[in-house]
């Protein structure tokens, strides 16, 4: 993030009192923010603006917050999302991180609340290595250091190149230790829109990445597996989670 600018955040609530009341309190806390209230009005907008943080509602008219948030997915737009849910839409909630939200707030939250899981999201998200090539960020995993400026691992004298599937998988990984990243989620962090590749491709680049990395990678410790949901970085050795 550009220090020099406020953050840009983009709110999409189609309930004009509740979308006031959000944008005013965050503008009040020195956040550049724009008010939509359409789906629709996003997507259109994505096309021109990078916002910093989409605060987008689920219970939209006509397309709802989870399709849009789909959509941006799949042309592989990693603009970190705040899902708004309704508590009636449990299932949309879950299925909303599944889809690659960064976070979810239940109606009725306090502004505060908002405030606090959107500055944690910037912050967890504000690194994006693609992007940035020229970042000196390294990560420890097991014996080796992950330097994703260099695209390689590295443990001592040895040096392990990795690909680019491989590469944008343990960064997307190592960018939310302990957050389990579903497959379809680590698929748009790691191609490009209209690239041809599929969820195999992202299990066999893990495969790859454990046969370095794990000691024993039948049981593996730092890349783990979420059954049914994907996959996690644990930056410490733990057991299993499943
Ligand atoms: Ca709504």
Do not use: N, W
């Amino acid at each position: 993030m550009d220090r020099a600018r406020p953050p840009h955040l983009v709110v999409v609530e189609d309930d004009p009192a509740l979308r006031d009341m959000v944008c005013s309190y965050l503008a009040q806390q020195h956040f550049d923010v724009t008010g939509l209230d359409s789906a629709e009005a996003l997507l259109q907008r994505m096309q021109r603006t990078r916002p910093d943080l989409v605060i987008l509602d689920v219970g939209l008219p006509r397309m709802s917050g989870l399709d849009a948030c789909v959509k941006l997915r799949a042309e592989g737009d990693r603009v970190p999302i705040i899902l708004l849910t309704a508590r009636c839409e449990e299932i949309d909630r879950v299925l909303g991180l599944e889809m690659g939200a960064d976070d979810y707030l239940s109606k009725p939250f306090s502004a505060r609340e908002l405030l606090a899981r959107a500055r944690a999201v910037m912050r967890r998200t504000a690194f994006t290595p693609i992007a940035a090539p020229d970042s000196d960020e390294a990560v420890r995993i097991g014996d080796f250091v992950f330097v994703m400026a260099e695209r390689c691992l590295r443990r001592g004298e040895e040096v392990r190149v990795l690909s680019t599937i491989e590469c944008a998988l343990l960064t997307e990984l190592a960018s939310h230790p302990g957050t389990t990243l579903s497959r379809e989620r680590l698929l748009a962090a790691s191609h490009a829109p209209g690239d041809d590749i599929s969820l195999r491709a992202v299990d066999a680049a893990m495969v790859r990445l454990r046969r370095t990395i794990e000691p024993d990678p039948a049981m593996p410790r730092y890349l783990q597996t979420v059954r049914g949901h994907g996959y996690v970085f644990v930056p410490r050795s733990t057991h299993a989670l499943a």
